[in-house]
């Protein structure tokens, strides 16, 4: 399922006239795999020892190419760094307020909530975003010890 989602991502990139390097393709891969939402400074962090010349620009550069051909969405909460998400389907993201960890969940009843704004308001909705916020697992067994 991986390696699909990496040749489908790849083909997309092509089909937009983007050359795959072999940086690129570990960001991506990186970001499919990881699923943890991560910010630009940890992809470059995972990487470099991969790809000792690469640099955090290199990250950032790429991810801004990704984001053009619409694979990758940046998440942005108001803290200091965006976290990248790989687009692979519309999903929504609870977060934790203590950690900061990002998890996605789906929904198919919400995307009724676009019809709804659209009637109510008259607006032509183009997409719509829901954070949910609450403390994780992990952090909520800390704070009971």
Known sequence: MTEE???EAINTLKEAGVRITPQRHAILEYLIVSMSHPTADEIYKALEGKFPNM???TVYNNLRVFKK???VKELTYGDSSSRFDFATSDHYHCI???CGKIVDFHYPGLDEVETLAEHVTGFRVGKHRMEVYGICPECQKEKQH
Do not use: P, Q, Y
């Open 69 to 71: 051909a619409g694979l």
């Open 96 to 98: 934790c307020n203590s």
């Open 5 to 7: 989602r990496i040749k």
């Open 55 to 57: 640099s955090v620009a």
